[in-house]
């Protein structure tokens, strides 16, 4: 049987945070990937690329792994919606990889899934993983138990391979990296905060303050984890 492998789609997602890991999946022997939604409509992410599902939650099979991409206004749109979290909730039970990308942690959070986990998030994020019951770690990718997430958006290609080198070996997962050709040589050293401290401080208070604050107030009101 393959193993089935599923990403959950909403609007307004980061679609890197969601195709990063799923070009990586994809090339793993032996698996299925199905791409779902509330319904079987195009899914538009944040940078206007549409995604089109391939199951919806009515007819989407039992995963054996499954993925939340993250996205700060997508998320802020999914974190307390009972059905999106429901679903999650039923399908992380029988899973056996129970996995997120960025601010998709938190949808794993409110859904009653990270409870004294160790977790990361996007950088702007992290002081919030707390709120919903995870002690955070400061890494590209955490592994608790069954429970794997990454840091924001471009993490999510390290996220895909080190669950390939989890599934298959890392055999496999050194040919899905070549294959891929997976040798970043960023022409800038200000990937993260701790390196570009300034740059940091700018897109917080430009960029996050608003979505740090609706965060807060959206898992107050979330479904009880």
Known sequence: MPLNIGFVIFPDLT???FTGPLQVLSRLPQSAIHIIAKSASP????CGLSLVPTH?????PPLDLICIPGGSEGVCGIINDRETIEFVRQQAGAAKYITAVCTGTFVLGVAGLLKGRRATTHWAYTDLLPLVG???EKARVVKDGNVITAGGVTAGIDFGLSVAAEIAGETTA???QLGIEYDPAPPFDSGHPDKAPTLKSELLSVRYDKFRAMYRARIAQAVPF
Do not use: W
Request: hydrophobic share 45%; with cysteine; net charge neutral.
């Open 15 to 17: 679609q890197l945070d």
């Open 43 to 46: 899914v538009a992410s944040d």
């Open 56 to 60: 919806t939650f009515v007819n989407c």
């Open 134 to 136: 995870a002690a955070y």
């Open 174 to 176: 050194r040919r899905i």
